[in-house]
């Protein structure tokens, strides 16, 4: 059994459409797994969804609300490692691989400023393997004075590398496996960093609208665009509303 998390907090995404395009794109691209959705909603209800209800941390806001990815830390009952992506994510190609990369290691992307840093040593948290079993302390650590946690780390990624630099138990995916669609896929990706990127000069293939490798399972938006703001999000939505 593969077990495959995801976390909604908060109203910006939409469980009819969001939680339910995810579960199709699993069944499209994954063999054999569970979906749970850790939530602070009361909406998702999805036949074969396990649901595990978000404590109350009291966070307001897009900026603290993804600290509750830390809850998935918690003890909780799981089959086997824990393959966790942002519900900003979506699947393009089966996702299979990413349970027998680097056996027994906390698998995590790079950050995508890799894209202009290759030796960049942040982590990006959209897309993780874990055994739950192993990193309870992200979860202690946190519920013990997350007011400190909050202040120190600008989110949860940063606390989440700065955990793992502690460690040897770790990896990076390879790069093509999991890609930022605004720095790595758009126009055969960016030159530059940051958000307001100007057509053509700061793009590699700007006569390709996107160029996705072969190698490439999970597409990334993180920041803006959201997926479904841009033509390459709405071709893969089917509507469930």
Known sequence: MKEVAVVLAGDKFDPKMHIKQIYAN????????????????????LPGVRIIKLPDWNLLGPRQLWWYKVYMFSPQEWTGPVFYMD???????NIDKFWDYEAGKFCICQDFNR???????????????????????????????PQKIMRQYRGDQDYITAYLKERTDKAWWPKEWAMSYKWEIQHGGSLVGGTKLNYPDDYIQPEEQDVVPDACSIVVFHGKPDPYDTLFGQKRLTDFK
Do not use: W
């Open 26 to 45: 699993l069944h499209a691209n994954c063999t054999n797994f569970r979906l749970t959705v850790f939530t602070d909603r009361h909406d998702v209800g």
């Open 87 to 93: 519900l900003d994510t979506i699947i393009v190609n």
């Open 115 to 145: 894209q202009f840093i290759a030796d960049y040593p942040i982590s990006n948290s959209s897309v993780m393997r874990f055994n739950n079993e192993k990193h309870h302390k992200l979860y202690e650590d946190f519920t013990t004075n």
